[in-house]
């Protein structure tokens, strides 16, 4: 109501948003009562932060985040928020209960501490139901919704309080007992704020700013069942073991808000530099998009003594700690923090150290759906045994490799150096948190992941591989088995099908066989690194040799499926694992194996391959690398690059995989394809990974969504970082004369034939 003139109706405008790794700002204006002439518009800055704080497992762990409101200007304004029962159950009919809660609290602002009460609105389902869900939500959990007491608070039907609201501009200050369903005349749990903007200075046109705070929290104890080595358990929460109640992690994440936000804004802004500094303004925002929806899958459990991470696939199937979910996601964890991919793999390896498993390779997943992990006792998980074996083992030299780096900079993740490098005692986990560090004047800081200094990462990573180094072997003898040639499976593409021979996923395994040779060695088991070395020498010059399409342009799909292409995005590994850039030696002999398959058959006999590979740098050929760039440089489509020559839908995770290890040129296009497809896709979901190349950038008939696999984005920025900074150094020579090197690689590839019984000679001899 505007008193000089009746009525003054304004409408915000809105301003746009503005996004990093933490943080959505959106911005609005509103025009000044007509009274004030040309004070100027009002600007409103709505902050949503759901901070990631890669040196804080303990801020990390908490399952809450801030709305923090902003006002400039030189007129009055009221701000109304508030949320609905949506929150505590995916059934809308669902009956809630709720109350408000008043807390006492003490602030850091003033040089004295004093003494101030926060609101909280407490809203659940009346009947919860432990470890369900609906439509991908939680039917059990409290939902938390803070301010300070300065805000005035209703609750009531939806269309009531918001009416009213835009009427007088505030809330009434009373709680609406009569509990119903969440769609049931919708009650809202309301806040709302009056900020005074009238300035008494001689300039009219003077602008004041001031905000206000809110949290929303989602709290849940337990937080899963899990089949741990000790029988079924309700898993708390971490957090637990630093706060004694809810009330006190409320009102230290609320008073936490600007330590939070600083740590968030570091993040981000290393993010962004590095972002640019690899791909371009581009690939900046898509890390940006992605590094909110991986963690918003996962769930800290356990103490500090073992801190656990739970994940939940989300959309495909809800799946509970997927192998082939975290191995796509991996990237992200080993740069922003690899103490979390250690997290991820324990609960996995416990289980199946406990004996609950009774397969001879890696499970699939630990529960059907989350948040049931109650394991698969009987075996029948879904069925990608190389699959599985391959992303453990990849995973695993991966996590070693970033404990161990000789100077702060060298670290996979460039805040893996931050704090001391004390090492805790008879602890159950090889990276516990019990040492949490004060640094700079904020609490609750994560020690040294790794490095030199005491040796720490060394004696880390024995404590972790020998406390489950006969899984290890176990998995690895698999891959020798079954690897090179697997028999008809599922890979983790599991969408498009059965397949036998395939070539990416025998890739897989063959380079999983090469990092138990480096697992071995660094817990000085030298017979067992020589052993499995020397396979996967043999066996890698073996793919190349059935991977490669006759005219020697690709990889074909499968081994015999002539005419047919494939993205080979496990060659990522091979370079992510230093395996170019070692100086490792070459492999000349193969210890026995317990089988060595036929590519034809039993009454088929393999070609004998050619006596060691001298000169030969690093693992998989440079000419592998070389042909795989030049092939997606060809077939790339509008928005991407097809996963393989079946259909023209792609895998995004992958496309960063495949791209990682290709050449600039090719880098730069697969990454301008994508961001093309997210600025005109209209798939109207959270970010997917899975969508068609073509057309309008659609779902390909499976919706996917919301899932953690996004974290392979980060493979770049991975990649970099990688080997002390010198992974990238081991694919220069993809700039080098491409077109020239392409055809000189081929020449040099071409090998002498033999015959198949010359070979099954030499498998018999062995």
Request: some cysteine; proline content about 4%.
């Amino acid at each position: 109501m505007d008193g000089y003139d009746g009525y003054n109706v304004s409408y915000p405008k809105y301003l746009g948003a503005q996004f990093d790794a933490s943080t959505t700002n959106l911005s609005y204006s509103i025009p000044p009562p007509k009274h004030l002439g040309d004070a100027g518009d009002l600007e409103i800055l709505i902050t949503f932060l759901s901070p990631i704080t890669p040196t804080s497992t303990l801020r990390q762990s908490i399952p809450a985040g801030y709305v923090n409101v902003e006002v400039t200007g030189n007129f009055d304004v009221d701000i109304y928020i508030d949320v609905n029962g949506q929150w505590v159950s995916g059934d809308r009919g669902s009956q809630i209960v709720w109350e408000l809660q008043r807390s006492g609290m003490q602030s850091k602002d003033s040089k004295r501490e004093k003494s101030e009460i926060m609101k909280t609105w407490v809203v659940r389902k009346e009947t919860e139901q432990l470890y369900t869900e609906r439509n991908d939500r939680a039917e059990w959990g409290t939902l938390l919704f803070s301010a300070s007491e300065d805000v005035r608070h209703e609750s009531g039907t939806s269309s009531r309080l918001r009416s009213r609201f835009s009427r007088t501009g505030t809330l009434q200050d009373v709680v609406d007992d009569g509990f119903r369903s969440i769609m049931d005349q919708e009650p809202v749990f309301a806040f709302s704020k009056s900020f005074s903007l009238n300035t008494t200075s001689a300039d009219p046109c003077q602008k004041i700013t001031k905000s206000t705070l809110f949290t929303i929290a989602h709290i849940q104890a337990p937080v899963v069942q899990y089949a741990a080595a000790r029988g079924l358990t309700h898993m708390r929460p971490l957090w637990e073991s630093w706060f004694f109640s809810t009330e006190a992690l409320l009102l230290f994440h609320y008073l936490d808000f600007p330590f939070a936000a600083g740590l968030a804004h570091n993040y981000s802004m290393q993010l962004e530099k590095d972002a640019l500094k690899s791909g371009a303004s581009n690939y900046r925002d898509i890390v940006a998009l992605s590094a909110r929806q991986v963690m918003g899958a996962t769930s800290f459990a356990g103490t500090p003594d073992n801190p656990i991470l739970f994940l939940k696939e989300i959309s495909s199937n809800g799946n509970s700690q997927t192998v082939d979910v975290i191995f796509p996601a991996f990237p992200f964890f080993l740069y922003t923090n690899p103490r979390w991919l250690a997290y991820l793999l324990e609960p996995l390896i416990e289980y199946m150290l406990s004996g609950q498993y009774p397969n001879d390779y890696t499970m699939h997943d630990l529960g059907l759906h989350f948040p049931n992990m109650t394991g698969h006792a009987d075996g029948n998980d879904e069925y990608m045994p190389v699959e599985e074996c391959g992303n453990i083992l990849i995973m695993g030299l991966a996590l070693v490799n970033s404990l161990i780096y000789e100077t702060p900079n060298a670290g996979g993740s460039i805040w893996s150096s931050e704090g001391s490098a004390s090492i805790a005692e008879n602890t159950a986990s090889a990276f516990p948190l019990q040492a949490l560090e004060n640094r700079e004047g904020i609490f609750g800081l994560d020690d040294r992941w790794g490095g030199a200094e005491n040796h720490k990462g060394e004696r880390q990573a024995r404590k972790w591989i020998n406390k489950s180094y006969r899984l290890w072997k176990q998995w690895t003898r698999y891959l020798v088995d079954f690897s090179l040639l697997p028999a008809t499976q599922l890979s983790t593409d599991d969408f498009a099908g059965w397949l036998a021979n395939h070539t990416n996923l025998a890739l897989k395994g063959v380079i999983g066989i090469r990092a138990m040779s480096e697992l071995a060695s660094i817990v000085g088991n030298d017979a067992d690194a020589e052993y499995y070395r020397n396979i996967s020498e043999v066996y890698v010059e073996k793919w190349e040799e059935y991977a490669v399409s006759r005219d020697g342009t690709h990889a074909k799909l499968a081994y015999t499926w002539y005419g047919s292409w494939t993205t080979i995005y496990n060659l990522f590994a091979d370079s992510l694992l230093c395996f170019r850039v070692g100086g490792h030696e070459n492999a000349t002999s193969l210890a026995p194996s317990s089988s060595t398959p036929s590519l034809q058959g039993d009454d088929q006999k393999p070609i004998k391959p050619p006596g060691g590979r001298k000169g030969k740098q690093g693992f998989v050929s440079e000419h592998i690398y070389k042909i795989s760039s030049d092939w997606y440089y060809t077939v790339r489509q509008r928005y991407g690059l097809p996963l393989d020559s079946r259909h023209t839908y792609t895998k995004s995770d992958w496309e960063f995989f495949a791209a990682a290890v290709a050449s600039k040129r090719t880098r730069s296009d697969i990454l301008e394809s994508v961001a093309l497809w997210v600025n005109e896709t209209v798939t109207d979901r959270p970010f997917t990974d899975l969508y068609e190349t073509e057309g309008r950038g659609e779902f390909p008939g499976i919706t996917f969504f919301a899932r953690p696999v996004v974290g392979g984005h980060f493979a770049f920025l991975t990649l970099e970082r990688a080997c002390g900074g010198t992974a990238m150094d081991g694919l220069a020579f993809l700039e080098e004369g491409e077109a020239q090197g392409v055809k000189a690689e081929q020449a040099q590839a071409k090998a002498p034939e033999h015959s198949v019984v010359e070979e099954q000679e030499w498998v018999e001899e062995l």
